[in-house]
């Protein structure tokens, strides 16, 4: 079966490939995240306790890990192609343009929305930059006196610290690749790629262990809410942008065991899985951003995620699309389509699942569950036809390039 062939908005640069099952990775992901906040938001299975059930939802809140991998993967792929002989790579104004399309313009209408009804805190407050500019968690002990005496969970967005790790990448993603550049600069393309592995090895332990390690550091908002504290998660998509290019379109120029878990998704995906139900019963049963974890808890929280990530994703980046278990589950077309609107998906239903939850509604999880899906999903539907997808028909054309090709069209036309 060949997955369906998604619009222009996650199609990547001209001439460069297309990963169609991305999408349903992506689905996979904010479906695992909407539970996870419904088990959150309905006070958990009798309480926020240990048992079974409380472990099992809230361990699929490493599903961001997901998002993570295949947000670096996607966007530094093609900024670094033309170092195999691929494409050339897009500018860096046109990059930044891109980055600003796909997440404020929909963010804004979120925000500005859910916030007028049913009602966000400290959107309209002096500190309405710190939201609209995603750099609320940045600056956390101070945005957050916008909200004093109300419950955290109304407070803006609170789902969005994950959108400031985006940005923040985003920001540095330009200097890490002018680095990069310059170590791949007149060396073969096993000799760089050596380096930058090395090199991505060494950044990806040094964000792990620093906050592992360091107590203090890792409650700083400019580390935990940033690209810092979640490189580990990024830096595996880095790695994997990196074999994808040096491969190029032979197969057989994979490293034989990625090359092995690329051909054997059913390994892959149970490996996941059993180092899922690990991380399930050691660790305690509460959301890895608040864990009160020591060194070594923290340390199993961003190794365990990103192992689980990678695990699914590896046949997604570099197994076939048009055949097998993969294309068969994250091909379909309706897994597809979920996949399409999980931005706007992720922005509209954490509001819908606290009204219906502990926000007022007081239901329970199943409740509370099928309403979030049944509200949230024609909601974030509209929200991508109407507003994602218009703009991103910018992400390769210049304003003026458009109105040119009108032009052009309906002189076509007359003639």
């Not at 369906?4 to 099952?21: E, F, G, I, M, T």
């Not at 050596?194 to 906050?211: H, K, N, P």
């Not at 689980?308 to 994250?330: E, H, M, Q, T």
């Amino acid at each position: 079966m060949t997955p369906a062939s998604p619009p222009d908005v996650p199609a990547p640069p001209p001439r460069h490939p297309r990963y169609p099952l991305s999408e349903g990775a992506r689905a996979f992901a904010v479906v695992a995240v909407m539970i996870c906040h419904v088990w959150l938001f309905t006070g958990g299975f009798g309480g926020l306790n240990g048992s079974l059930p409380n472990r099992l939802a809230v361990r699929l809140d490493g599903s961001v890990a997901i998002f993570f991998f295949l947000s670096a993967f996607l966007l530094y792929r093609p900024l670094i192609a033309h170092r195999a002989g691929g494409p050339p790579s897009p500018g860096v104004v046109d990059y930044a343009r891109r980055r600003l399309l796909r997440i404020y313009p929909v963010y804004w209408v979120a925000l500005t929305v859910l916030a007028i009804f049913p009602g966000l805190v400290g959107v309209f407050s002096g500190q309405w930059f710190a939201f609209y500019s995603l750099g609320f968690y940045l600056d956390l002990a101070n945005a957050s006196k916008a909200c004093i005496g109300e419950p955290g969970y109304r407070c803006g967005l609170p789902q969005s610290w994950t959108l400031a790790v985006d940005m923040t990448f985003y920001l540095v993603l330009p200097l890490y690749l002018l680095v990069t550049g310059l170590l791949a600069r007149g060396r073969s393309i096993a000799s760089w790629v050596r380096l930058e592995l090395g090199l991505l090895a060494i950044l990806c332990a040094a964000s792990v262990l620093v906050g592992g390690f360091d107590h203090d550091l890792r409650q700083e908002e400019l580390f935990r809410f940033s690209f810092m504290a979640h490189f580990l998660w990024l830096g595996l998509g880095l790695a994997a942008a990196v074999l994808s290019v040096a491969a190029g379109n032979r197969r057989e120029a994979l490293p034989g065991p990625l090359r092995w878990a690329a051909d054997h998704p059913g390994a892959c995906w149970s490996a996941a899985l059993v180092l899922w139900l690990i991380e399930v019963v050691t660790i305690v049963p509460a959301p890895f951003t608040v864990a009160p974890v020591g060194t070594g808890g923290y340390i199993v929280l961003q190794l365990m995620p990103a192992a689980v990530a990678a695990l699914i994703l590896i046949p997604v980046c570099f197994g076939d699309p048009n055949k097998g278990i993969v294309a068969r589950a994250f091909g379909h077309p309706a897994v597809v389509w979920m996949g399409l609107i999980s931005y706007s998906l992720y922005l509209w239903s954490t509001t819908i699942t606290v009204g219906v939850g502990v926000g007022g509604a007081e239901e329970g999880f199943i409740v509370t569950l099928i309403l979030t899906f049944l509200i949230a999903v024609p909601i974030a539907a509209l929200s991508f036809y109407l507003i994602e997808r218009p703009l991103m028909v910018l992400k390769y054309r210049s304003p003026r390039q458009l109105v040119r090709d009108r032009k052009r069209r309906r002189v076509g036309a007359q003639a």
